[in-house]
C-alpha cells in the first residue's frame, strides 16, 4: 500500500529578519522529498521570492512537486507569472504549480502601494490568462489574445510548458472562479469540516463550464503543531489563528460564513485586547476544524481524519512560522506521509 498523498509547506526563508533560518529552501525541499511528502509548497508575503526559492529546490530533488503557496495576483502582471510558472516547470522537468490568490488589502495596498480592487475578477482573468500564455505551444503561428475586463494581451505566442494553476479561494464568488478556470482548490483557514460543502459550490460552477470537478486538485493547507504538551502545540495553532482571524477582515469574514461567533469574537477581543485576548476568544474546536495540534500519535490521528474527507486530495502541512524550531521539526517529522 503506497503512503497517504500529503504535501508540506515550507518555512519561508528571510521572513523573520530576527530568526535567520538555518535551512535553505532547496534544503528544506530534499528533506522533505525524503520524508516522502508528495509536494513542496512556499508561500510569499514578505522575504523572499518564492518562485526564486523553488527554482533552487529544482535542482537539488527529482520526483516532488514545487508549489506556490500563494503568489498573490496584484504585484506581479498574468504575463510575469506566467513567465515565472513556465520558467519553474522547465527547470523541474514538469513538476511546478503556481498557487495564486488575491491576497488582502493591508498587504496589497500597504506594501504594493495598488488598489485591492476587484479582487474575485482579478484571480479569475490572471488564473485565464496565466493558463493561456502557459498553453503548451508548439512553435506554430498560434498566438493568445485576451479581452478582459482587467485585463488585455494581444497577439503573443504561448510558452511551451504548461502550468497548472491553483486558487486559494475562500468566499462563495471566489470558488466559483475556482470552479470556472482554475485546476486546483487551495483553501487556507477554512474549516474541514466545511470543506465537502464548500466543494460543492466550486464542482457545480465546473459541470455549468463544461469542466470534470473531479480533474480539480483540493489541496487544503492544514497548521500543524506537535509537541509532548498538547496545551503547546495547541497554543501554536491558536495563535495563528488568533492573528489571522482577528487581524484579517478576509479571514475573519470566510470564517464566519461556518462559525459566525467564533469568527465574530476573535475579531472583537483582537481590536479590543490584542493578541492574547484573541488567542484566549479561539476554542479548541476552531483549532482542530483548522489544524491538527497534539502528541505526534494525536496529530497523526487528526491529519488520518483530514485525509479520509472525501473531497480532499492532497492536505498540506503547514506548521506556523511563529513555532519554536523544536516543534517545527518534530511536526515535519511526525506527519511525514510513511508515518501515517
Not at 504575463?79 to 503556481?98: C, D, F, H, K
Request: net charge negative; proline share 6%.
Amino acid at each position: 500500500m503506497s503512503d497517504p498523498t500529503v504535501g508540506l509547506k515550507l518555512p519561508t526563508v528571510g521572513e523573520r529578519p530576527d530568526r535567520p533560518d538555518t535551512h535553505s529552501t532547496a534544503g528544506w525541499a530534499e528533506r522533505a522529498e525524503t520524508l516522502g511528502y508528495d509536494s513542496i509548497w512556499m508561500s510569499e508575503a514578505w522575504g523572499a521570492d518564492a518562485l526564486v526559492e523553488l527554482g533552487t529546490a529544482a535542482e537539488r530533488t527529482d520526483s516532488i512537486r514545487l508549489c506556490t503557496a500563494i503568489v498573490n495576483v496584484y504585484s506581479r502582471t498574468p504575463a510575469v507569472l506566467a513567465m515565472a510558472g513556465a520558467t519553474l516547470q522547465r527547470l523541474s522537468g514538469g513538476r511546478a504549480v503556481l498557487g495564486v490568490g488575491a491576497s488582502h488589502p493591508g498587504f496589497v495596498e500597504s506594501l504594493h502601494g495598488m488598489a485591492y480592487e476587484r479582487p474575485v475578477r482579478r484571480v479569475h482573468e490572471a488564473i485565464e490568462l496565466v493558463k493561456a500564455l502557459t498553453g503548451g505551444g508548439d512553435g506554430s503561428n498560434t498566438t493568445v489574445t485576451y479581452d478582459g475586463e482587467i485585463f488585455s494581451v494581444d497577439g503573443h505566442a504561448p510558452f511551451d510548458e504548461a502550468v497548472p494553476v491553483y486558487n486559494a479561494a475562500l468566499g462563495e464568488a471566489n470558488r466559483r472562479a475556482t470552479g470556472r478556470v482554475a485546476d486546483g482548490w487551495l483553501p487556507y483557514v477554512f474549516p474541514v469540516s466545511a470543506l465537502g460543502e464548500a466543494f460543492e459550490t466550486v464542482a457545480r460552477t465546473a459541470r455549468e463550464a463544461g469542466r470534470d470537478p473531479d480533474a480539480i486538485e483540493v489541496t487544503p493547507q492544514v497548521m500543524a503543531a506537535v509537541d509532548d504538551d498538547p496545551e503547546v502545540a495547541k497554543d501554536v495553532v491558536r495563535e495563528y489563528v488568533a492573528r489571522y482571524v482577528g487581524a484579517l477582515s478576509n479571514y475573519r469574514n470566510a470564517l464566519a460564513d461556518w462559525y459566525p461567533d467564533e469568527a465574530a469574537a476573535i475579531g472583537d477581543a483582537w481590536e479590543s485586547g490584542g493578541m492574547e485576548a484573541a488567542m484566549d476568544a479561539v476554542p479548541d474546536e476552531l483549532v482542530f476544524e483548522l489544524g491538527v495540534a497534539g502528541t505526534a500519535e494525536d496529530a497523526r490521528d487528526q491529519l488520518r481524519a483530514v485525509l479520509d474527507e472525501p473531497v480532499v486530495d492532497c492536505p498540506i502541512v503547514y506548521v506556523p512560522r511563529s513555532a519554536p524550531d523544536a516543534v517545527r521539526d518534530r511536526t515535519i517529522e511526525a506527519l511525514a506521509p510513511g508515518r501515517l
